[in-house]
């Protein structure tokens, strides 16, 4: 904590006292928990304030079987100016959360954020094309959940042979 | 079960014009099969003509799920499918995992093995570049550039298989170091390469920088000034290309980068010609730290010595208890991580590759995700395309380097 | 020196129609890009010069699957990707073969999820298949070879 730097510190300061942010730790990075409606705010204060102008990553997490929070979607925010990055947290609650989209901040979060829309299901309100990126356009379900299944095909050996072979599926094609 | 979804035009009509709407434009899709596109994109162009107005990539036909099934293997076993997501930098996946893993873990690792990560990253930096230069060449028509780099990417390939029995994905990083010492013909190999490589670079210079076709075909287009580059999350040589000097291992220097001396090569137009000069001269670089490493190489253990993570050495198992112990557990349960969540950028040949881990305290990963910058460069194509012809976007293409494995993962 | 031996020198030979037309078959057999991911590196350094495919007829590695007899399934096949593979398969002309290069083509290889097929064979009928993660470009061309072999004791009746 002690080599952490000064531009770093007061930014971080600068958030919790603003937006009432936790900070947690681990090992020597900081990681701010925002809640969901302050985060657009809190990136803006962050870009125009304290030059933090590079989205690195925007990523989701699933806590199923607990429900609060279920997800935390995390935030990567690097300064070119000042070579320094920072990890922002939102925990969010419920099945089908939602929470305000930072397009605008950082026009490259577009595909991030379809990317958890597709993958965890959480919404992003001010997105101007939310819809699956990764899976098939009329898949259901959002595979990333804990609680989604892996979809894995059993090995087939010699004892369960007849079972694995009723299941494997025959495609019906036409040979000449 | 095979069911032919079609995505009528309802569901694009915010991003399409209102000239595709009433027909005056033409909406072409360049499929996922298509011997331009580097892998499996499928891009919707909008065409007035042959001017593109907007282009629409389409990405997920190579999605692995490798992010869900790396969180149901455990930590070593989890590390072989990260080799295949960026198919074209298996050592860098790899080094990105480890890098993870240990600090999480607090491991070390000795300063032999980080000088030999060094040097494979830079070899595998080299043979990305050199396929990137012989299919983009290729796609620009120029078909001997293609034949002479997978000749050098041979060389490469040999000095990989070589160190660990496989020519692309090696998984030869594991978290503590490497997986074992290599072998003593690896120096003579590294340095008979360095010997004639620097002359082939030239070789490959001779065919195509000054050649005006190529100019013709690479100045002016795809053009992206350095603030556009930074805001829409551009890094790598693609970024450089704009003049921005950003390097993950001059700014946050791993695994021993800062011992050695290189220059980081920038652009100013940041077209597709000054990021084809920034890669060539990132190969020289890379042939430059090779050289250092090799120089400086120190004697000493590959791998770190905390049994808790690192299984012992088989001779060992025959007198010593503990070994027994830590290798029953490492074989059967494999190591716990604490808990914790981590992100660590590396410099891939492509751009800012970084790994988020999230360990819950187990053995298997809580959450593993990839911040590929292939994903985050094909949401930049439609404003590095607008307005160029369709053959300039066959150049574009090539010059932001995409592999549509790290995109999809 | 009578006229037989002339005609000899003109070089006539005779052979049953079947093995003339599989002769023709195998030595120009028209490889369709079908590189998906890391096997398509391969299949590239296949083509290139060390291990130099065009020897074996495959100079030409058409884009189009109408001007293609073999498709080399090369990489993973995904649930979005597999309609695709099947429209092509379909959109190539008799005769054609299928080779599965790679473990993720044979049997979904490492990943073994929701989002691979676990074979291609899943959707198009495979002549060949190649094991390795991925194949050595020679083992791509032993796979060529027996390929080759099948090919050479095809009836014609097969795509009558």
Not at chain 1, 115 to 128: A, L, Q, S, V
Not at chain 2, 84 to 96: E, F, K, P, Q
Not at chain 2, 152 to 163: G, K, S, T
Not at chain 3, 1 to 19: H, R, S
Request: glycine share 6%; hydrophobic share 40%; with cysteine.
């Amino acid at each position: 904590m002690a080599l952490m730097d000064v531009h770093l510190q007061s930014a971080i300061q600068a958030i919790k006292e603003k937006y009432n942010a936790q900070e947690g730790q681990c090992g020597d990075e900081v990681s701010l928990l925002t809640a969901p409606e302050h985060i657009a705010e809190a990136c803006r204060t962050l870009r125009d304030e304290f030059e933090f102008n590079f989205l690195s990553d925007e990523t989701a997490s699933d806590y199923w079987p607990e429900e609060e929070p279920r997800f935390h979607v995390v935030y990567q925010l690097y300064s070119h100016r000042h070579n320094l990055r920072l990890c922002l947290r939102v925990p969010l609650n419920g099945d089908y959360p939602s929470l305000p989209t930072i397009v605008d901040l950082y026009p490259n979060a577009n595909w991030f954020e379809r990317e958890i829309w597709d993958m965890f299901g959480i919404r992003f309100d001010g997105h101007p094309d939310l819809r699956r990126i990764l899976m098939p356009y009329d898949w259901e379900g959002y595979p990333l959940r804990k609680d989604y299944p892996l979809g894995y095909e059993e090995p087939q050996f010699t004892f369960n042979y007849d079972e694995i072979y009723q299941h494997k599926h025959h495609p019906k094609y036409e040979e000449p | 079960m095979l069911q032919q979804t079609e995505v009528s035009l309802d569901e694009l009509r915010h991003l399409v014009s209102d000239r595709a709407i009433e027909g005056e434009t033409v909406l072409l899709n360049m499929g996922p099969q298509h011997p331009s596109t580097h892998g499996v994109l499928r891009l919707l162009l909008e065409l007035d003509g042959e001017t593109v107005i907007n282009c629409i990539p389409d990405i997920g036909f190579l999605h692995t799920g490798v992010e869900k099934n790396m969180e149901a293997k455990t930590y070593e076993k989890a590390e072989v499918m990260t080799d295949r997501l960026d198919y074209l930098n298996t050592i860098g996946n790899n080094l990105v995992y480890c890098l993870a893993i240990e600090k999480l873990t607090g491991l070390d690792v000795p300063l032999r093995a980080q000088a030999i990560r060094v040097i494979l990253t830079e070899l595998q930096r080299i043979a990305s570049h050199l396929v990137w230069l012989g299919t983009h060449a290729l796609d620009l028509a120029a078909m001997s550039a293609f034949l002479y780099c997978f000749r050098e990417r041979e060389m490469i390939l040999d000095i990989m298989e070589m160190c660990s029995g496989q020519r692309m994905m090696t998984t030869f990083f594991r978290p503590g170091g490497l997986w074992r010492d290599v072998p003593a013909e690896f120096e003579l190999s590294v340095r008979r390469f360095l010997r004639i490589f620097p002359a082939r670079i030239d070789q490959y210079e001779t065919l195509l920088t000054k050649n005006p076709i190529f100019m013709d075909r690479t100045k002016k287009i795809g053009v992206i000034s350095g603030e556009d580059a930074i805001r829409w999350g551009l890094t790598g040589p693609s970024l450089r290309g704009s003049g921005p000097n950003y390097d993950v291992r001059k700014a946050q220097p791993y695994s021993g980068y800062d011992q050695y001396e290189f220059d980081v090569p920038t652009g100013t137009h940041g077209d597709v010609y000054d990021r084809y000069r920034v890669r060539m001269e990132e190969m020289r670089q890379s042939v430059r730290i090779v050289q250092q490493a090799l120089d400086k190489l120190p004697y000493g253990p590959v791998r770190s010595s905390n049994r808790k993570y690192v299984p012992p050495p088989r001779a060992e198992l025959g007198t010593s208890m503990e070994a027994l112990i830590h290798h029953f557990k490492l074989w059967t349960e494999g190591f716990s991580v604490p808990k914790g969540a981590v992100y660590i950028p590396v410099e891939s040949p492509r751009g800012e590759l970084g790994v988020y881990l999230e360990s819950n305290g187990g053995p298997k990963p809580h959450r593993v995700h990839y911040r590929a910058p292939t994903f985050v460069h094909l949401q930049a194509l439609p404003l590095l395309s607008k307005g160029h012809l369709v053959a300039d976007l066959v150049a574009i293409i090539g010059s932001i380097d995409i592999v549509l494995g790290d995109a999809d993962r | 020196m009578g006229i037989e031996q002339k005609l000899g020198n003109m070089g006539v030979a005779t052979m049953k129609l079947e093995q003339a037309v599989n002769w023709a078959r195998t030595n120009a057999m028209w490889p369709m890009l079908f590189g998906l991911a890391c096997c398509a590196i391969e299949m590239m350094s296949a083509q290139a010069s060390n291990y130099d495919l065009s020897r074996f007829g495959m100079e030409l590695m058409r884009a189009s699957p109408r001007q293609s007899d073999l498709m080399i399934v090369a990489g993973r096949v995904s649930r979005k990707m597999a309609p695709v593979l099947r429209r092509l398969y379909d959109q190539m002309p008799d005769p054609k073969w299928v080779i599965a290069m790679g473990d993720c083509a044979s049997c979904g290889g490492v990943f073994n999820n929701y989002a691979i097929l676990q074979g291609v064979d899943e959707v198009v009928p495979v002549d060949v298949y190649v094991a390795g993660c991925p194949p050595r470009p020679e083992a791509l061309i032993h796979g060529v070879m027996t390929l080759h072999e099948k090919v050479r004791s095809e009836k014609l009746k097969n795509w009558a």
